[in-house]
């Protein structure tokens, strides 16, 4: 996870989000705010988890675990990426149709370059919620594709991502392989990100670090606000007040969900649409949220983005 910043974190019973995963953080960010919704869990923990004075944690550690959030299995589109010898170990979520995996693509680097261990067979994607909850699902490695900030849709990997450079198109899709399986995971809606939406919500399939300094588990799941946007680079970034564990690399390629509502137009039956994707975080203070010291960062959906998802699904298989 890349590590970066977060202001006093206000939670609402009116408006709330859940966020899923996490990783560093950007640079500057306009004001503008969004509460994000609440999942009961999230309430819980709101009223009855102490302030925890560390970094990537904005006030109270919000964060409970998905098992106990009462809507638990509405997230069965979520799930953590591992890739063994390439040592990826993060989050991810099906989106648009039952086998397109969106993450982060920082994940699928080091040093700037495509880590050599990628190899069929070697990756897979294990959800944690509903009926595949645990269970193994291949990626089609090949299909491995990068977004690079335009509709056009490359015909290979690209080798290269220099994170200090790309990050605000830290967005990668891959294909998942169900072989045999003669059902289907239920996917995520997608759309553009509404700025001025009351609710969001983070869920994180892995967290690798200490929750609450009690207990060693994962998922979680939280609602936290986008305290900040910014379009930078053609790219929308979003500064939230969710709370991350900044030594954990799980939350990357996680997401930022909203509860679909009556203008939603979608013939699927997902009752989160993706809003936006965990690439970083900020984390040079302690306690309160602030811009550039304490801060999680999620790459918000815009128009040229869902385009090349779109254009995505149907090119690359």
């Known amino acids: 996870m890349w590590v970066r910043s977060r202001q006093n974190k206000q939670l609402s019973l009116s408006g709330s989000s859940i966020a899923v995963g996490c990783s560093t953080a950007p640079s500057s960010v306009h004001s503008k705010k969004i509460l994000l919704g609440f999942c009961l869990g999230a309430i819980l923990s709101t009223l009855l988890h102490p302030t ?128 045999k399986l003669s059902s289907r995971i239920e996917p995520y809606a997608l759309s553009e990100t ?17 929750y609450q300094g009690r207990l060693n588990f994962n998922p979680t799941v939280q609602t936290c606000r986008v305290r900040h946007d910014l379009i930078e680079n053609g790219a929308l970034v979003l500064s939230t007040d969710c709370d991350t564990d900044p030594q954990a ?27 936006g994707i965990l690439s970083n975080t900020y984390s040079t203070s302690t306690g309160a949220y602030q811009e550039r010291q304490n ?4 790459i918000g959906i815009t128009e040229p983005l869902l385009t090349w998802i779109e254009n995505y699904s149907t090119q690359v298989r």
């Open 295 to 298: 801060a999680t960062i999620f």
């Open 52 to 179: 925890v004075g560390v970094t990537g944690i904005m006030g109270r550690d919000d964060r409970v675990a998905l098992a106990d959030a009462a809507n638990s299995a509405s997230f069965a589109a979520s799930g953590n990426i591992f890739c063994g010898l390439a040592g990826i170990n993060a989050s991810a979520q099906v989106v648009l149709v039952d086998d397109l995996l969106l993450t982060s693509a920082h994940l699928f680097y080091l040093n700037g370059n495509l880590r050599s261990q990628l190899a069929p067979g070697e990756c897979h994607f294990k959800p944690v919620a509903g009926p595949f909850s645990g269970q193994k699902i291949p990626l089609k490695i090949n299909t491995l594709r990068i977004y690079r900030g335009s509709p056009t849709v490359a015909h290979s990997t690209d080798s290269q991502f220099v994170f200090a450079r790309d990050w605000t198109n830290d967005i990668a899709l891959v294909r998942l392989d169900y072989g």
């Open 249 to 275: 690399k799980g939350p990357s390629g996680s997401g930022l969900l909203r509860p679909k509502d009556p203008r939603d137009a979608y013939a699927h039956n997902s009752a989160w649409i993706v809003q």
């Open 194 to 210: 509404r700025i001025n939406e009351p609710q969001m919500t983070h869920l994180a399939a892995i967290t690798n670090a200490n």
